[in-house]
């Protein structure tokens, strides 16, 4: 290589490196400019999103299991929650009854966004906006031509909810529920009298089934004073629109189905519940 080659070549790449040095002035210069400007906006330091936990309330709990969760996954008070969600004129004007009501039923289960300066009012709003939204599509027209408002479809959603483990059952479990309120029956639904007990439990005794309740629709007729949980939209839509079935019993197959079996006949559900027992006797 001859000696004005060589001086080229060094002209050359002294070029280039003068090019790269200013391009990198050029970009610090220009982030140095944007952090200084962002720190200027947001009152004289770069603020960082704060981060949120995902909490999620499954459908068919009650106030205090929503606020146990509520407090075991993020900074929130249970008892604060518990404080909101009582009685009050705001579980009025929802249910549309005369008389102070709680939020149950209408703290809609979903997954919520806490951050850390969420506060126990705003949680229960967007519960709150949540069951607004979701059930605004809902029709209740069947339900108002048997005379029972949204706020009875509710309480019919929660027995559902609490009821029902397959699906296709909802609408069923509903029916019956309709066809037993137009006979003048008992509801005879025991996921009530758990209500009553103040927790849910497996096995009623003969004590439990006599408690002293308006929730204990073992005993007394109609539908209970206010819902037993907070049930999805597949429940409330399965309430407001039943199965059009005679059916007036059901009792649980315990054969590890989850299902039911349907009667229409006394004698009929008789036999069903033998059937039941035999299958928990086999281990179901």
């Known amino acids: 290589m001859s000696a004005r080659s060589r001086r080229a070549r060094r002209r050359s790449r002294g070029s280039r490196a003068w090019l790269v040095a200013l391009v990198v002035v050029i970009v610090v210069a220009s982030v140095a400019w944007l952090v200084h400007h962002r720190s200027n906006a947001s009152g004289g330091s770069a603020q960082a999103t704060p981060t949120s936990v995902n909490v999620t309330f499954p459908e068919g709990l009650r106030r205090e299991q929503i606020a146990s969760i509520l407090a075991a996954k993020?900074?929130?008070?249970?008892?604060?929650?518990?404080?909101?969600?009582?009685s009050g004129g705001e579980g009025e004007v929802l249910s549309g009854q005369k008389a102070p009501r709680s939020?149950?039923?209408?703290?809609?289960?979903?997954?919520?966004?806490?951050?850390?300066?969420?506060?126990?009012?705003?949680?229960?709003?967007?519960?709150?906006?949540?069951?607004?939204?979701?059930?605004?599509?809902?029709?209740?027209?069947?339900?108002?031509?048997?005379?029972?408002?949204?706020?009875?479809?509710?309480?019919?959603?929660?027995?559902?909810?609490r009821e029902v483990a397959v699906p296709s059952e909802r609408a069923l479990v509903a029916g019956v529920i309709y066809n037993r309120l137009r006979l003048g029956m008992t509801l005879g639904i025991d996921s009530t009298v758990q209500y009553a007990l103040g927790y849910w439990k497996t096995n009623l005794t003969a004590s439990d089934l006599q408690?002293?309740?308006?929730?204990?629709?073992?005993?007394?007729?109609?539908?209970?004073?206010?819902p037993i949980c907070n049930p999805g939209l597949a429940s409330i839509e399965a309430a407001a629109n039943p199965a059009h079935v005679p059916y007036l019993y059901y009792v649980a197959r315990s054969d590890g189905s989850d299902g039911h079996y349907f009667a229409t006949t006394l004698p009929q559900f008789n036999v069903d519940v033998a059937k039941s027992d035999a299958n928990l006797a086999r281990g179901g």
Not at 74 to 86: E, F, I, V
Not at 106 to 135: D, G, W
Not at 211 to 226: A, C, E, K, Q, V
């Open 103 to 161: 939020l149950e039923g209408f703290l809609f289960p979903a997954t919520y966004p806490i951050y850390p300066t969420t506060t126990v009012s705003e949680v229960i709003n967007a519960q709150l906006t949540a069951y607004r939204n979701y059930t605004a599509t809902v029709n209740y027209r069947y339900a108002e031509s048997k005379n029972l408002s949204p706020y009875d479809v509710l309480i019919i959603a929660s027995m559902v909810e």
């Open 74 to 86: 993020t900074h929130l008070s249970a008892s604060r929650y518990l404080a909101l969600t009582a």
């Open 211 to 226: 408690i002293d309740s308006p929730y204990n629709t073992r005993r007394f007729y109609g539908l209970p004073p206010g």
